[in-house]
């Protein structure tokens, strides 16, 4: 069982998606998948031209020199991928965004119609099973609506299957270790450990996981009323460097 994590925070290493997604890489190598993170704000990741030379004058090969090649050859035989983006204007990462595109070289120059009767590129390669995993700023869960469409029609596109969708609103939270909302977001981050372990033996996440992971950090009004705190002791601090 192999599990490559695509992690398209702008932020890297230091995002609060990373966060997400290194306790469930955790509970994923406990339960002994091999696993494989992909940083893109580490990788160099030009945009799809659509020259479309890797359907009609490269068998199969992009013309872009950058990373991408390497990420597909790290990728390629994983069961399951698992796509992390912090929510940009209600959507994934535009750095997530471009890998997607440039999968465009894993598909075939060929339509046909799937069991729904829609029409998609044929694939001869085996999907991968996919989890999408995401946090945002605001409090509310139904930011998240677009991505969960989405990821739907994504694996539509590449005829896999979604096997877990985690949303974590608060997002600003999960970076905190003091007192109680520290408690709460180690707990949260237990429940992704337990996540991965699900996703590596099952396939799939078991409903206490589920409502665990669905659980708010703290009341979305003590959460407003903080995030106003931070915006402006942080102005009044930058105000002040700017004068002196
Ligand atoms: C360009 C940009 C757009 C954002 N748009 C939204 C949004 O539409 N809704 C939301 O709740 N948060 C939004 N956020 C906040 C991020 O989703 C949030 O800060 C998240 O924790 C960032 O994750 P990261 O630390 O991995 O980058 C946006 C942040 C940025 C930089």
Redesign the pocket.
């Known amino acids: 069982m192999k599990i490559a994590v695509i992690n398209g925070?702008?932020?890297g290493r230091?995002?609060?998606?990373?966060i997400m997604a290194s306790a469930f890489l955790k509970g994923a190598q406990e339960a002994g998948a091999e696993t494989v993170e992909v940083i893109l704000a580490e990788k160099e990741v030009k945009y799809c031209t659509a020259c479309k030379a890797c359907w009609f004058k490269t068998s199969g090969q992009c013309v872009i020199r950058d990373d991408m090649a390497e990420i597909i050859s790290l990728i390629k035989d994983a069961d399951v991928r698992v796509l992390a983006t912090?929510?940009?204007?209600?959507n994934i990462s535009s750095m997530l965004k471009t890998f997607i595109d440039r999968l465009m070289v894993t598909a075939s120059p060929y339509w046909g119609k799937d069991q729904q009767g829609e029409c998609r590129h044929l694939t001869t390669k085996a999907a991968p099973q996919l989890v999408m995993m995401a946090?945002?700023?605001?409090p509310e869960r139904s930011?998240f609506q677009v991505i969960s469409h989405w990821v739907q029609r994504h694996a539509r596109n590449l005829n896999a299957q979604v096997i877990g969708e985690i949303y974590a609103?608060q997002?600003?939270l999960?970076s905190v270790r003091e007192q109680e909302v520290g408690m709460v977001v180690a707990n949260y981050l237990k429940a992704l450990e337990t996540a991965g372990r699900e996703i590596a033996s099952d396939r799939k996440l078991s409903s206490e996981t589920k409502a665990l992971l669905e659980q708010k950090f703290i009341p979305d009004e003590v959460y407003i009323r903080e995030v106003k705190k931070y915006v402006d002791s942080t102005l009044v601090s930058a105000h002040s460097k700017n004068i002196s």
């Open positions: 925070s702008h932020q230091n995002g609060n998606t990373n912090p929510l940009y204007f209600d946090n945002c700023g605001y930011h609103s997002g600003a999960l």
